[in-house]
């Protein structure tokens, strides 16, 4: 047995429910928690609904934004075109040290979509993953999105899983850059019918997915978390 605290640090996990929070404050605590972590940080996941607000990334195209009206537009330093998030919707967040872990982003993201199509097996949905378009879908309709940024070796933001929600501001946008896209939820093709469901689905899968021994399930932001200024 290792007696060394970073080696055994890898295996555990904090998840903590933040339920429903502002996204951009809860973005700029990620960017704190990814500047200020070291190696004896432990890894989180942040399970959280947001207030309606588009995201735009780093890739984000102005033309994906057709008519987005009352709901904010927060422009983000993830991967990815422009989504939604709004109530009803699961998210979580992935605050992962992926240098300890040895894995590279693209793994990570197959994890996650591996979790995701986990979940929803659940439910006995038949869903998959795309090499060229991340996320996850039913019937080539887009039931998650995912988008991801890493920064010193640690990953953070994260999957975006429609459950039971308006879905009416997807037709504001090309989701994640797709014109035409059809998004669906959970609640439609007999999933899970509220964000309660579906994250434990979700936690159960990417704990056994992230090989983590000793999970601690937290609530609201991590006690250290002081308000930064947004970059």
């Known amino acids: 047995m290792s007696n060394s605290s970073t080696v055994d640090n890898k295996h555990n996990l904090i998840v903590r429910q933040l339920n429903t929070m502002d996204y951009s404050k809860v973005w700029h605590a990620m960017q704190n928690f990814t500047d200020n972590r070291d190696e004896q940080t432990l890894d989180e996941l942040w399970l959280v609904e947001h207030p309606p607000v588009f995201t735009q990334g780093q890739a984000g195209k102005e033309e994906h934004l057709l008519m987005p009206g009352d709901i904010e537009v927060v422009k983000v330093d993830r991967g990815g075109q422009v989504t939604y998030h709004g109530p ?62 890493v920064r010193k070796g640690c990953s953070f933001h994260g999957l975006a899983l429609n459950v039971n929600m308006d879905l009416s501001p997807f037709l504001r946008i090309n989701p994640c850059g797709y014109a035409g896209l059809e ?41 250290n978390y002081e308000q930064p200024n947004a970059n």
Not at 116 to 137: C, E, F, Q, R, T
Not at 189 to 204: D, F, H, M, R
């Open 183 to 223: 998004m669906i939820q959970t609640c439609d093709i007999k999933g899970p019918k509220n964000t309660a469901s579906a994250s434990k689905a979700l936690v159960e899968h990417l704990i056994s997915l992230l090989e983590s021994n000793e999970v601690d399930y937290q609530t609201g932001l991590p006690s």
């Open 88 to 149: 009803g919707q699961q998210v979580i967040y992935f605050m992962i040290n992926l240098r300890r872990r040895k894995i590279g982003v693209r793994q990570l993201v197959t994890l996650i979509e591996n979790g995701i199509v986990a979940a929803l097996n659940n439910y006995h949905i038949k869903a998959y993953p795309k090499s060229d378009a991340p996320g996850v879908y039913v019937d080539d309709k887009k039931v998650a999105s995912l988008g991801l940024r």
